[in-house]
């Protein structure tokens, strides 16, 4: 599942579908916690912003899914979205840009306790924001 990234809005929309993916709770001991870290989050686009290196980041992403820190879907969107990227300014802007995005709508989520489980039908951003107008 390859995700062509060639607007502002396909980016948002892969953000949107990488973000509720690392939302969706999964049993952690006898917690149900976000298959995802906030702290994940914001070292992925550190990470990034440090290095500004594709490969290297595909390279950080697999390493943390097998430490268990990114789960396996959401590894998987990641990976899709970022691995036909180039090592270039443009491509490694747009990184940037997806992992801030992934950033702002996971932490718009979190901070408003949206329950993600009823979100199973959001599959882009503009269905997420009507969404969240619904429950505003």
């Given amino acids: 599942m390859t995700q062509v990234i060639k607007t502002d809005t396909d980016l948002l929309d892969i953000a949107t579908r990488i973000a509720i993916s690392a939302l969706t709770p999964v049993q952690k001991g006898r ?23 594709i490969k290297e980041l595909l390279a950080y992403i697999l390493r943390q899914t097998s430490r268990g820190e990114i789960d396996r879907n959401t590894s998987k969107l990641l990976l899709s979205a970022l691995k036909d990227l180039k ?21 718009t989520l979190n901070g ?3 329950d ?16 969240l107008v619904k429950r505003m």
Avoid: C, H
Avoid at 31 to 53: C, F, G, H, W
Avoid at 89 to 103: C, H, P, R, S, T
């Fill in 112 to 114: 408003l306790k949206i």
């Fill in 87 to 107: 090592e270039n300014e443009e491509d490694i802007n747009k990184a940037l840009e997806l992992l801030g995005y992934v950033k702002w709508i996971y932490e």
């Fill in 116 to 131: 993600i489980t009823q979100l199973k039908g959001v599959d882009n951003f503009q269905k997420l924001v009507n969404e």
């Fill in 31 to 53: 917690e149900q916690e976000p298959a995802v870290d906030s702290n994940t989050i914001n070292n992925l686009l550190a990470y990034m912003q440090s290095r500004k290196s």
